[in-house]
T-cell receptor
Framework: QQPVQSPQAVILREGEDAVINCSSSKALYSVHWYRQKHGEAPVFLMILLKGGEQKGHDKISASFNEKKQQSSLYLTASQLSYSGTYFCGTEKRSGGSNYKLTFGKGTLLTVNP | NAGVTQTPKFQVLKTGQSMTLQCAQDMNHNSMYWYRQDPGMGLRLIYYSASEGTTDKGEVPNGYNVSRLNKREFSLRLESAAPSQTSVYFC?????????????FGQGTRLTVV
């Protein structure tokens, strides 16, 4: 079952902030965030593990609320290079030590000058 | 340092034909995945393999088979291609062991079934 992302699309002007949300109905082990440019493969941004930790990467940060099975990606002072489709990936145990990594439908972020 | 390599990059099939998409990684990763990407649907998991010799179904396995030939290679086979299988296919691998690890993606295979 795919995690649910919102919003589906967002348009920003350079320098503005955005938040992308990701939620799941099932218990999660971890949440991944990836960015995909048009015509390219998805590229890893960060992983968040259980424990409500918040991670950061330059002006992009994320949080993971284990109890609510929700994660949010925060993009501050957006740059043109932030444009792309953002995917959250959620990891669930599927038996033994096997973990299944499934992705949401993505959020298309467009940053304009 | 190739990472994850997929072949072919582009393929056109006729309905009913079969083909195998190849994927190889050189990072000594345990976990490998096959996804398909369709407009508005995101990345959907077809099959995955947590380790050499094991495979498991994902969200959309119907019409596909996989083989984890060895630790490096994970192939996806379409036995009788259908137009609904027109998509971009991504292979990914991760060094997931005891802890979660980032997934590295290949450059994708654009498949058209006519």
């Amino acid at each position: 079952q795919q995690p649910v992302q919102s919003p589906q699309a967002v348009i920003l002007r350079e320098g503005e902030d955005a938040v992308i949300n990701c939620s799941s109905s099932k218990a999660l082990y971890s949440v991944h965030w990836y960015r995909q440019k048009h015509g390219e493969a998805p590229v890893f941004l960060m992983i968040l593990l259980k424990g409500g930790e918040q991670k950061g990467h330059d002006k992009i940060s994320a949080s993971f609320n284990e109890k609510k099975q929700q994660s949010s990606l925060y993009l501050t002072a957006s740059q043109l290079s932030y444009s792309g489709t953002y995917f959250c990936g959620t990891e669930k145990r599927s038996g033994g030590s096997n973990y299944k990594l499934t992705f949401g439908k993505g959020t298309l972020l467009t940053v304009n000058p | 340092n190739a990472g994850v390599t997929q072949t072919p990059k582009f393929q056109v099939l006729k309905t009913g034909q079969s083909m195998t998409l190849q994927c190889a990684q050189d990072m000594n990763h345990n976990s490998m995945y096959w996804y398909r990407q369709d407009p508005g649907m995101g990345l959907r998991l077809i099959y995955y393999s947590a380790s050499e010799g094991t495979t498991d179904k994902g969200e959309v396995p119907n019409g596909y088979n996989v083989s984890r030939l060895n630790k490096r290679e994970f192939s996806l086979r379409l036995e009788s291609a259908a137009p609904s299988q027109t998509s971009v296919y991504f292979c990914a691998s991760s060094g997931r062991g005891e802890y979660s690890a980032e997934a590295f993606f290949g450059q994708g295979t654009r498949l058209t079934v006519v």
